[in-house]
């Protein structure tokens, strides 16, 4: 069984406007998405700034109101307002993006990752302090650091107290927001390998947001890619890279640095190829209002934004 | 090569904290020729955006020793009025961040107008006007007329990029910085700017320095890369030797932490680049970060090595390297 299922998910933002400041239309940042992760699998979202992908996740957590749509968390609907309640939200918790700025720079390591017990656990001050010295050896952080703040650490030492913090309550999903975007390449591989062994030994499911492909082939065994709030694209890792349906989705992996210089040419013909590809084919794969079609199966797995048949 | 248009010799700059002075560039040397891409590559905290800095001259209390020659100008001694008559003309700079770069209450025109009227002065109004349009379409934004007069906030990350390249080309320099231009963007407008700044180097026959830590971004777009690490350059090659033929142990662990296709672990580097009054002065700096290799084979005062023409590599420890999942032996005999 999926440990998450998002059905129909609509968050959408009122523009205000007009002499009584009344909503006057809408942004849908996050337009009719469904999804379902298994649990113990690492899901990416991929897209690009304004495509919905952070708000899809926000949602999840319950960090945004919810337009329309239903999100079942191991089978239980989360979404109305009464199920708010605690106990569920402990069970998915949430890295964000920039580990300089979540978190309280005024406050020891120590009361960072207590929190979150100290919300839901009825602990002793020293069997807090114990869980917090257990919780810095698994991210692998010295055991002294609980007296530290936020500052005396490096950009991927803050990230581990981030993820620290969302493992204390032993979380079955974690919603990973651009985990590694704001951090150089060899913290961001300590990061990385660091979130895998975490998922073996705790059996954690990702929902792993990231605008970056080469880190999202890395990790993830399902992807999405995201446009201006719909899905146009989603399948395997296998069925993305190598067999890319949507025009939008080829130009995001033809948009990749190749690592190899000898292929530098090479890739800069086919990205002008796909370039031309994507805007002379614009109108077969995006409606009139230049948004993404409803999905189609074309496998199993894979399913496209296409226009239907006909 | 009589191409070369940037030499830097020996530059050192540092930062006062408390009472001393710290070298964040520490004896720099380098070239950069005309119409070429020199990459330099390293983690923040490296120097790299120090050296950019340096050579622009934008650091206030900053010290500057060595020497800084662009064509036959030494820019550590210029004054700050020979310094603003380079500054936007001869030289320029592409900053990283274009939200804070640009004047949020300017027109964009205006804003681009502006290093016009201070270095063309003789420029007429409508001369400037037609220019800064030619610009605009030049890099590749469509209804310049219609963008003339609009502000920062009504533009998405990517145009303001380019307002921020029109500015840095107005002038038609022959040095461009460029300081991580694409790292606020997303991957397809990165694409588009790369290209941009590429097709630019062509047509201005310019020199550029493009200073990034995306190692994707400088195998597209570099011909030589410098890496560097802790305030030094540890290694400098044209760009196929550096990917293909990699020596500095530096140079090879940033390489393996790339995640790419097949890789099942990434390499991380140990320890963190040590903060500026904790650098090891003597010595092999990386030494700290590969505690599993023999101490006895870092120099004592590690200098670059040519090791084939034009490739440099700092240190002798390069040919006693391995990666701790490796033997020991099959890296020995690679070597030979």
């Known amino acids: ?310 | 090569m009589s191409r070369k248009l940037l030499e830097i010799e020996n530059l050192t700059t540092s930062f006062k904290i408390g009472q001393a002075y710290y070298a964040a560039v520490d004896d720099v040397s380098l070239t950069v020729n005309r119409n070429e891409v020199l990459g330099i590559v390293g983690e923040s905290g490296s120097g790299k955006s120090a050296l950019a800095f340096s050579v622009m001259r934008l650091h206030n209390r900053a010290k500057i020793e060595g020497k800084i020659q662009l064509e036959d100008v030494d820019l550590v001694k210029a004054t700050t009025s020979e310094l603003n008559q380079f500054r936007g003309d001869k030289l320029s700079m592409i900053f990283q961040d274009p939200l804070t770069a640009l004047n949020p209450l300017m027109e964009i025109g205006a804003q681009i107008s502006e290093t016009l009227i201070l270095h063309r002065p003789k420029m007429s109004k409508q001369e400037r006007y037609d220019r800064v349009i030619e610009l605009l379409d030049l890099v590749g934004i469509s209804r310049p007329e219609h963008v003339y007069q609009q502000y920062p906030h009504e533009l998405s990350g990517g145009m303001r990029q380019r307002v921020i390249i029109a500015i840095a080309i107005a002038n038609k320099p022959q040095l461009l910085i460029a300081d991580e231009p694409t790292t606020a963007l997303d991957v397809t407008i990165q694409a588009q700017i790369l290209d941009l700044i590429r097709e630019l180097r062509d047509e201005m026959d310019a020199g550029i320095i493009l200073i990034t830590h995306d190692l994707g971004v400088v195998a597209e777009m570099a011909d030589r890369i410098a890496v560097m690490y802790a305030g030094q350059i540890v290694e400098i090659a044209d760009v196929h030797t550096l990917f293909e033929n990699p020596l500095h142990p530096y140079t090879k662990s940033l390489l393996n932490s790339v995640p790419t296709e097949g890789q099942d672990r990434l390499h991380v580097i140990q320890g963190i680049v040590p903060g500026l009054q904790h650098l090891p002065r003597t010595g092999c700096r990386f030494a700290a970060r590969i505690p599993w290799i023999d101490e006895s084979v870092h120099e004592e005062n590690p200098v670059l090595h040519e090791v084939t023409p034009g490739h440099f590599v700092r240190c002798t420890c390069h040919s006693h390297f391995y990666f701790p999942e490796e033997g020991k032996e099959e890296i020995t005999n690679g070597n030979t």
């Open chain 1, 1 to 310: 069984m999926a440990i998450l299922d998002v059905n129909g998910l609509k968050v959408y933002f009122p523009i205000k406007g007009g002499v009584f400041n009344r909503t006057v239309g809408h942004i849908k940042a996050v337009d009719d998405v469904s999804f379902s992760i298994e649990q113990g699998k690492t899901y990416g979202l991929v897209g690009e700034s304004g495509s919905g992908k952070s708000t899809t996740g926000r949602a999840i957590v319950g960090l945004e109101n919810i337009t329309a749509g239903k999100i079942l968390f191991e089978g239980e609907d989360i979404t109305s307002r009464k199920s708010k309640t605690k106990d569920m939200r402990k069970d998915i918790q949430m890295i964000f993006q920039d580990p300089y700025s979540s978190l309280n720079p005024r406050k020891r390591v120590l009361d960072i990752i207590a929190e979150p017990l100290q919300n839901y656990e009825k602990l002793t001050k020293s069997e807090e302090k114990q869980r917090v010295y257990e919780l810095l050896e698994l991210v692998g952080l010295n055991p002294e650091s609980v007296w530290k703040f936020p500052h005396q650490f490096s950009g991927g030492q803050r990230q581990r107290i981030g993820v620290a913090r969302a493992i204390a309550l032993k979380p079955k999903l974690i919603i990973a927001d651009e985990p590694v975007s704001a951090l150089d390449v060899s913290v961001q591989a300590q990061v990385l390998n660091f979130m895998q062994d975490i998922q073996k030994e705790l059996d954690l499911t990702y929902l792993f947001i990231s605008h970056d492909l080469g880190v999202v082939e890395h990790m993830c065994d399902e992807i999405a890619i995201m446009y201006r709030g719909r899905y146009v694209e989603q399948g395997t890792r296998k069925d993305i890279f190598e067999n890319p349906q949507h025009i939008y989705t080829k130009r995001l992996i033809a948009a990749i640095p190749d690592i190899n210089p000898r292929n530098r040419d090479a890739q800069y013909a086919f990205r002008q190829e796909v370039k031309r590809e994507y805007e002379d084919s614009f109108d077969d794969y995006f409606n009139a209002e230049g948004l993404a079609y409803k999905l189609q199966n074309i496998s199993d797995t894979h399913r496209v934004a296409l226009p239907e048949r006909g």
